[in-house]
């Protein structure tokens, strides 16, 4: 069974720049999350979903960050403009159905030069 | 050049010994403690997780012990392989929308 995958991989882009990931979790999966992990940190929730709706945004910096998935499958995160402190590694996650094991991707690394 | 974030506590064991990597958390309401296991450039992945009704839950070479009083989780790793070298995070759930915590990870490195 294939794991959650996540695109890209890695992605450099300057400042003021917008940028997207893509998240396609395990096939039965209803939940999915959005983690950011700095270096040397553990991850940290930035939104969960239940389906296709956003259940838990509370940290999400919405004055530049957003997401959507739209038919509760796969999900797509922004970030316009993308700020110097942006740099991260992006990890989705998925479940099936609240609170059971969150399976994680490989994540998206984010440099913002 | 490197960040402080890279300086990971680090715990250094040789190949066959124990490992024993300790985690303090901080909500006293947290019911569920999870530990995980990141290589480098992938994502964490689940060991073992101990419910706040449990003192300890053995796995596969792994042990999770958990006191309440001191609010104090530990991962013990037995004949520690080459294959364990990765950083190690505890998570805590406060049984709430299914909210994972997690701590400050520890760096494990297994010598031969």
């Known amino acids: 069974e294939a794991g959650v995958v996540q695109s890209p991989r890695y992605k450099i882009i300057e400042k003021k720049q917008p940028v997207a990931f893509w998240c396609n979790p395990i096939?039965?999966?209803?939940?999915l999350y959005w983690y950011l992990q700095n270096l040397g940190q553990g991850p940290e929730l930035l939104i969960r979903?239940?389906?296709?709706?956003?259940?838990?945004d509370s940290q999400l910096p919405k004055d530049r960050f957003s997401a959507e998935r739209l038919k509760g499958v796969d999900s797509t995160l922004k970030i316009q403009p993308a700020e110097l402190g942006d740099s991260a590694v992006y990890l989705c996650?998925?479940?099936f159905g609240y609170g059971n094991e969150q399976f994680f991707g490989p994540g998206t690394r984010l440099t913002v030069l | 050049g490197e960040s402080v974030g890279l300086h990971l506590p680090t715990l250094s064991v040789q190949e066959g010994d124990n490992s024993i990597i300790n985690c303090a958390y901080s909500?006293?309401?947290?019911?569920?403690f999870i530990w995980y296991k990141q290589e480098s450039g992938k994502g964490p992945q689940f060991i073992i997780d101990?419910?706040?009704?449990?003192d300890k839950r053995q796995g596969q070479r792994v042990t999770v012990l958990l006191n309440k009083t001191v609010k104090h989780l530990s991962l013990q790793i037995a004949a520690t392989q080459p294959g364990d070298s990765a950083v190690y995070f505890c998570a805590e759930n406060t049984g709430t929308a299914s909210k994972l915590t997690f701590g400050t990870g520890t760096r494990l490195q297994v010598t031969l």
């Open positions: 979903y239940e389906n296709e709706e956003a259940v838990d």
């Open positions: 996650a998925s479940s």
């Open positions: 096939s039965g999966h209803n939940t």
């Open positions: 909500n006293s309401a947290s019911d569920y």
């Open positions: 101990i419910r706040s009704n449990m």
